[in-house]
């Protein structure tokens, strides 16, 4: 919109005689129109014409308005030629004077204006025509028309003073009252109409308040088939008011064109609200948003300026030369990581075909700049098919931060040029801090599917790897059915796990200072039993972060501080002593006592110790025979190094108990 009121207003805001006239001089408003609007060369145009120019008092009305500009491309076999033509039956012009360096006016009216853009030559027709009309802008005031030099080696960023002459410009309200657009290329056409639409005041590029539409768009497409094929459609797109304010343009135009003192993130729109939008095509589908609101959205210019970076590109294309691919990269991050945005919520989805519908709550995105997102989280989703029902609350994404630019970009060189991908690269990748889905159920396919949490926490990144996790399972209800290893599921089956209903609560922790680790887990599974487990070790050095490669380096200095693991059966027990009870041909008490024989055979074998073979021996059998619980514990009074384990383990396994103090009990 701002880009079709900068054009209608650089007719009368940018002419030589305009320039060229002063108070000393004696300032003629009519000639300073006529100036401009005939001025080809300045315009760039192949003809400028007015054809009636009158003057009342100091109200200027240019009648039958007419330009028309023309540039052809040729290749080998063809050429292509783009034609532009404006037409504006009456231009009004009141109060024109000289400002300063600049000029101002009272108003500008511009009752109708047409604009057509039609392309000759291609492989099909091409044509858009744009109606505005009821144009106008009161108390405009705006600098001298900057010089636009010749200059081969910028043929993008020599254009960067007009872009910083257009944002400021200064006028108290400005827009169209309609403005409607037909685009046609080929068989297809898209139509266009919004209005009113009005800005202002805007006072150097800022502007406290725009509001435009509720405006329509209908287009021809294409919808897939049950057959496979696609079949034409008419899509209607429907936009309800938007209203922006506080907005700063001189950010943008810093980013662009390098000219400016903001640093950093500098604010371009405090608040955007949207009422609605729909899509739909008749018979097929239906799409629409009950609202979009967005607060705080910024550009940092300091990834500018971006004409001076489009210029390489744009040399290489007119050589027929490809891009480099740093400079590619480069401008890629730079397009990706110039915004800002404090929070984007878009509310009340649905979606509709006549085999389905869908509906979302909330869409939210917190706090996303180069550095990272807050939290990006989807709300209160349904789906309703001929497939069956799907719900879930949320699904989240928190505190993903990314790595520095350069680190990214060297990294990313590497792996194009073939170098091979090193501990060290996880640095230069970006981090996730959380991520968890609630509430989802789904009985697509008849196969019902439960869970009511999943969240992972990561946190305390060292060199890219996190030294704290944290993970949370509540509530899966999994169909025996998708479980794919046979053996797995028929156990399972066979114990009545169906669904499997599981729990698990697992967190892992190591803080490089001290060199501690700490494991505290905690599983269940529905009909087979719960399983808990705590280690702490120690001695574990900070390099490791630095290269997980070399972990076996860590044997040298870690040591076990402490251990315990506890199994609290229900149920998986007894159906495995039956099973292979029955496989062996015995009763399941003569099957306890075979295995407790085997045991205490094995361990007074393995350590020499046979009072310890006899006391777990007499534990298999205890637990085997009445299984409630088994709990394994170490708890040695001093950290006991690996290397001193592993060298009891190859000369005299039977230390390794008294080392750890291990003990194995049986429904303790």
Known sequence: MRVIYLSLSCLVFASPAVLAQDASTGFDPAAAVRGFLTDSTL???????????????????????????????????????????????SLTVKGLAPAGDGHSADSLEIPAA?????????????????????????????????????????????????????????????????????????????????????????????????EYGPFVITQKGEVPTPEGGTKPVDLNFDYGLMVGEGVDLNPVAQFLTGNGDATGLAP???SFTMDGFAMSAEGEFAISIGGLDMQDFGLDVSRGPLLQKLDPAVLAAMEGTPPSPAELISLMLDLYGAYGI????????????????????????????????????????SVDSSQGKAELETVEVRDLTFPERGDFMDMMIGQMMGIAFTPSDLSAMPTLGGFSIKGLSSDAGGTPFKLDLFDLNLSNFVEGIPTSIAVALEGLELPLSLVSHPMAQMVLGAVG??????????????????????????????????????????????????????ANEAIATAAVDGLTVRFDD?????????????????????????????????????????????????????????????????????????????????????????LLNLTITANP
Do not use: C
Not at 582 to 611: L, N, P
């Open 342 to 381: 404090g929070r984007y919520e878009i509310s009340d989805m649905e979606a509709t075909a006549p085999d389905m519908s869908a509906s979302l709550a909330t869409m939210i995105v917190q706090n996303f700049t180069a550095a990272g997102l807050e939290r990006f989280a989807v709300e209160g989703v």
């Open 114 to 210: 047409t604009f057509v853009v039609d392309v000759e030559g291609a492989p099909e027709k091409i044509n858009y025509e744009l109606t505005v009309t009821g144009y106008s802008m009161t108390e405009p005031k705006w600098d001298a028309f900057p010089v636009i030099k010749a200059d081969p080696a910028a043929p993008v960023s020599r254009f960067a003073p007009l872009i910083d002459w257009g944002v400021k410009q200064s006028y108290q309200r400005g827009g169209a009252e309609e403005v409607k657009g037909v685009f046609v290329a080929g068989d297809e056409k898209q139509e266009m109409a919004y209005g009113p639409a009005f800005f202002g005041p805007v006072v150097d590029g800022k502007l406290d308040k725009l």
């Open 43 to 89: 315009l760039g145009a192949d003809s400028a014409t007015v054809g009636k120019l009158t003057e009342d008092g100091d109200t200027v009305t240019a009648e039958d308005v007419a330009m028309h500009w023309s540039a052809s491309f040729s290749s080998a076999d063809k050429t292509i030629t783009v034609n532009v033509d404006a037409a504006i039956p």
């Open 497 to 550: 796990a169906d669904p499997v209903a599981a729990d698990l609560s697992l967190t892992l922790s190591f803080d490089p200072e001290s060199g501690n680790f700490s494991l505290d887990n905690d599983t269940a599974i529905g009909n087979v039993g719960n399983l808990t487990a705590s280690a702490s070790l120690s001695g574990i050095p900070a390099e490791i972060l630095k290269n997980p490669m070399q």
């Open 570 to 658: 229900k149920g998986i027990t007894p159906f495995m002593v039956g099973m292979m009870a029955e496989q062996a041909g015995v009763s399941a008490s003569e099957f306890a006592e075979g295995m407790a024989a085997q045991v205490q055979m094995q361990i007074g074998m393995m350590t020499g110790d046979t009072a310890l073979a006899g006391d777990l021996g007499q534990t298999v059998q205890t637990y085997l025979e009445d299984p409630q619980s088994l709990l394994i514990n170490a708890a040695p009074g001093n950290p006991v190094p690996f290397a001193q384990l592993i060298g009891a383990a190859m000369a005299a396994p039977k230390q390794i108990p008294k």
């Open 268 to 270: 371009v729109i405090a």
